[in-house]
């Protein structure tokens, strides 16, 4: 009885499971950030930017996602958790602090 080949290319069903370091840098920098500073996430007023928050967590969630490695198989979470998707949350997210403030 001999083994199943495995291919020597991995398919598109077959995640790589590579590290990507930058997503997961800038995963590991937001949250270690608002940890440290909450306050960044207030609007001038001093109540909370739902909004801002909502970007930047998505930003924090697409990094870790992407940089662990993990590709979904569902085109919307791909969408979702990719390595744009990371930065686009944080542009999004720093855009409106920056327009509160």
Do not use: K, N
């Not at 998505?58 to 662990?68: D, Q, R, T």
């Not at 979904?72 to 509160?100: I, K, N, T, Y």
Request: some cysteine; overall charge positive.
């Amino acid at each position: 009885m001999s083994a199943p080949e495995v291919p020597l290319v991995p398919s598109r069903t077959q995640p790589s499971g590579r590290i990507r370091p930058l997503p997961l840098l800038l995963a590991v920098a937001i949250m270690l950030g608002i940890t440290a500073w909450p306050a960044a996430l207030a609007t001038p007023a001093g109540g909370a930017d739902h909004w801002a928050a909502m970007a930047l967590f998505w930003s924090m969630s697409a990094g870790f996602v992407a940089g662990v490695g993990f590709e979904p198989r569902w085109l919307g979470w791909r969408l979702l958790f990719s390595r744009p998707a990371c930065w686009v949350g944080l542009a999004l997210a720093v855009a409106h602090m920056q327009w509160l403030g």
